[in-house]
C-alpha cells in the first residue's frame, strides 16, 4: 500500500501543517480512496532545501514504492517555481520546484517529470493545496502524466562540497543538526575513503579537537566523550556522547556550529 508522506517547515505550532493534512484527506474523500499519511518533519528550518533533502533522502527509501513524498519549503505562489511532480526510484515527489529535488538526488534526472497544471480546478490557488490534490490524484491511481505537460528537467540549486586545501587539509561544511545537536558533515564516506587513503583523520571544530573514530554508537564512552563517525546516510558525523538536553552540552553547542558553519579535516 503507497504511503503519503510530508515534509515541510510549517512547524507545529502554527495551523498550517493541521490545514495540509486536512486539505490532503478531503482530497482523497473527493477521489473515494484512502491512504495512511506519515509526518517525516514538520521542523525544517525556513526555506532550508538543503535540510528538507537531507531529512527526506534519509526517510524515503523506508516507504513502500508507489509512496507519495510532498516536500513543501517556501511554500509560496512563483512563476519561475511551480509544482511539480516527479517519479524516481519508484517513489513520487511532489513539491514546486525551487530546485530542492536536485539536492535530494544530486547528478540525476527523474524517471518522469511534469508542472502540475490544475486551471480544471478554480477553487486551487495556494501551491500546498495544488500539490494535495495531485497527491489524491496519484493515491487514486492516476498516472503524473495526466497532472501536466512534461518537464525537461528540475531547476538546480548548488550545495556546498568538500574542498581540499592540500594534501592534507580539506574544509567541510555543517549540512544538518539533528535533534540531539550532533554534527552532519557534507563529507560522504565515499569522498573521505578516497582523499584519506589509509591515513588517520583529526577534525578541527572551532579549535576543539576530534580524533577518535567509532563504528557505531554501541562503542563504551565516557559522557561528554568527543567522536566522529559515519552516520546511517554515509556522511561524517561528529558528536558528543550521552548530550544534554534543550541544546545544551550537545555536539553542537560544545564545537560552536551550526548550519554551513566550516569544519577543517586534517591527515596525518
Known amino acids: 500500500m503507497p504511503i503519503v508522506s510530508l515534509t515541510t517547515d510549517y512547524g507545529w505550532k502554527d495551523p498550517d501543517a493541521a490545514a495540509i493534512r486536512a486539505g490532503l484527506y478531503s482530497e482523497m474523500l473527493r477521489h473515494q480512496v484512502a491512504s495512511p499519511m506519515v509526518d517525516v518533519s514538520h521542523d525544517v528550518s525556513p526555506r532550508n532545501h538543503q535540510e528538507a533533502a537531507y531529512i527526506l533522502g534519509g526517510a524515503y527509501k523506508a516507504f513502500p514504492k508507489g509512496s507519495v513524498h510532498l516536500m513543501l519549503i517556501d511554500c509560496r505562489p512563483k ?80 550545495s556546498t562540497h568538500p574542498e581540499i586545501l592540500d594534501r592534507n587539509h580539506a574544509i567541510v561544511h555543517v549540512q544538518y543538526v539533528d535533534h540531539f545537536g550532533q554534527v552532519v558533515t557534507n563529507a560522504r564516506e565515499t569522498w573521505l575513503k578516497e582523499w584519506q587513503q589509509g591515513r588517520t583523520l583529526k577534525v578541527l571544530a572551532r579549535g576543539m579537537v576530534i580524533d577518535r573514530f567509532i563504528d557505531n554508537l554501541g562503542e563504551k564512552m565516557d559522557p561528554g566523550s568527543r567522536y566522529m563517525r559515519i552516520n546511517d546516510m554515509g556522511f561524517l558525523e561528529l558528536g558528543i556522547s550521552w548530550p544534554g538536553q534543550h541544546g545544551v552540552n550537545t555536539a553542537s553547542n560544545l564545537f560552536g556550529l551550526g548550519l554551513q558553519d566550516p569544519v577543517e579535516l586534517q591527515l596525518r
Open 79 to 158: 512563476v519561475n517555481h511551480p509544482p511539480i511532480a516527479a517519479m524516481i526510484d519508484g517513489h513520487y515527489f511532489l513539491t514546486q520546484d525551487h530546485g530542492g529535488l536536485s539536492l535530494l538526488f544530486p547528478g540525476r534526472q527523474p524517471d518522469e517529470l511534469v508542472t502540475i497544471d490544475m486551471r480544471n480546478r478554480l477553487d486551487l490557488t495556494d501551491p500546498g493545496d495544488i500539490m494535495t490534490a495531485a497527491a489524491a490524484h496519484v493515491i487514486a491511481g492516476g498516472t503524473i502524466s495526466t497532472l501536466g505537460p512534461p518537464r525537461p528537467q528540475w531547476n538546480q540549486l548548488q
